[in-house]
């Protein structure tokens, strides 16, 4: 199983704390140098698009080799990362059971294949969202009400936001799209290759 990592400058010392069967990739926004285990790999990319950037980066880079199951997360996890308290979060600390929920992934993943392969191509590290297909940006979709019928919105740049019906219409085509779309508060999750190579290469780079 690959994990990667979103990171700009972000302290990574928890990453000593992922077991080592595990691929660590970190995608590297930043400025300033990090500290990583020797084992980790480090890709340098530029700077934008956030998170997303890095992640649309790795499956480019990855698209003939990816690994059965990829872990995409940000370079500071734990702010987004479900049933983990805040107090830890902020304050800085690693909270342990972030960890745990890896490892507990990682054995429920082989266990469903002992089982037969059953288990699910999407699973959210974080609270799972609906958003409105005529809503804006789904990563703003926590922060402020939208309306269903929004044209446009402008996010804390004061940039205007593509409708993601546009969007969709870009990247898909004539593909109907769904009434509402599910997106993962702080954009973490576990996803399957076959899940990330239903859509082919050329998707990938049109996003980016």
Known sequence: MDL???RYNEPLSWIGEVPEYWRVLVYDMGSEGVAVPG??????IANKGRESF???????????RLDEFTLFCQGNPFPHAADIAEADCYNNKIPPNFIQ?????????????KDGPTFPDYTPIGRLHGCPADDAMPRIAYRFPLSPRMDYFCNDTGRPITPLRQIWKHLVGSEPMPENLKH????????????VISRSKAFYTKTI
């Open 4 to 6: 990667v990592v979103a």
């Open 39 to 44: 084992r980790v790999e480090i890709v340098k």
């Open 54 to 64: 890095a992640y649309l980066n790795h499956i480019l880079f990855n698209y003939e």
């Open 101 to 113: 929920r890896l490892i507990k992934l990682h054995e429920e993943i082989i266990q469903s294949f």
């Open 184 to 195: 993962t508060w702080g954009n973490q999750f576990l996803v399957r290759k076959r899940a």
